[in-house]
């Protein structure tokens, strides 16, 4: 089902029933499904061939979204994450009790992003839960770089896969990943833009 675009009705009605799509994000393509399945993240994690005992990171399509993952944030914590999102930073905060464990790997903390781009936060608040994203690639191999590679990657396996459109700000590279839950706050990994606190 992967063969060509889907439209967003389409792929909302697939994320709300369980699927795992491929989808365009403002990094990298990725493999995505509900937050809040089992299921749907189990089936994620072996189609990449992915450990189960790795975290996994949690695209929301709004800040209200994000307060649903995580437990109390404090006002350096809720500073940084207004000054990030909407964009290219995946942040590390503390998880509230009510998630997945699937997604935090029995961790007391959660990697969540809200994207950049409008029409992706718009499709994820459509779903009504958070979704998992995981680049798109099998454990080993360098993530694809867009939608065509990584459906040749997964073809048939996924259940459908949805673009937002061509955009001049597609970062085509791995989101900044920063760890707000140690003091002061550690860049883990750098991004495609610089971090506004480091």
Known sequence: MAGSFDSTKDTVRRLRAGGVLLLATDTLPGLHCRADDPAAVSRLNRLKGRPADKPLLVLAGSLA????????????????????????????????????????????????????????????????APLVSSSANLVGVEPALDLEVAARIFGSKVDGRWDWGPDENLAGAPSALVDLTVTPFVVLRPGPVAFPSA
């Open 65 to 128: 979204q994000v307060r649903a993952l995580t437990g109390e944030l404090n006002s350096a914590q809720l500073a940084v994450c207004g000054q990030c999102w909407p964009g290219p930073f995946s942040l590390i905060l503390p998880a509230a009790t009510e998630i997945c464990g699937l997604v935090t790997c029995g961790g007391m903390t959660v990697a969540v992003r809200v994207p950049a781009v409008a029409a992706l936060r718009e499709l994820i608040l459509s779903v009504g």
